[in-house]
Nanobody, 121 residues
Framework: VTVVESGGGLVQAGGSLRLSCEVFGRIFRSGAVGWFRQAPGKERETVAA????????YYTDSVQGRFSISRDKAKNTVDLQMNSLKPEDTAVYYCYFAVQSRSWGPWSAYWGQGTQVTVSS
């Protein structure tokens, strides 16, 4: 299973970016999929997640109302729309998928190489 992210970059505070992520490989079922971020000197933080089956979403408090996560079952993709970006959103963003490769098999988590998001003040 391979996860590939795209869409990071440099933006001014108040601007927007859209991150995209696609998963490739043998997948029987997907569970929670989402994005976490890692900034220098800070702990890893799950930013947003969505249940593949019913689209139930989760957002960390600091991005609530500014970020929106969505998934496309047909394309095996998950996107993160980030609006009203702040300098404190600067981090490497990683997309992850929790998947089963076969029926009754174990759940495993996969994530990509990450994409840099830099918000200037």
């Amino acid at each position: 299973v391979t996860v590939v992210e795209s869409g990071g970059g440099l933006v001014q505070a108040g601007g927007s970016l859209r991150l995209s992520c696609e998963v490739f490989g043998r997948i029987f079922r997907s569970g929670a999929v989402g994005w976490f971020r890692q900034a220098p000197g800070k702990e890893r933080e799950t930013v947003a997640a969505i249940m593949w089956s019913d689209s139930t979403t989760y957002y960390t408090d600091s991005v609530q109302g500014r970020f929106s996560i969505s998934r496309d079952k047909a394309k095996n993709t998950v996107d993160l729309q980030m609006n009203s970006l702040k300098p404190e959103d600067t981090a490497v963003y990683y997309c992850y998928f929790a998947v089963q490769s076969r029926s009754w098999g174990p759940w495993s988590a996969y994530w990509g190489q990450g994409t840099q998001v830099t918000v200037s003040s």
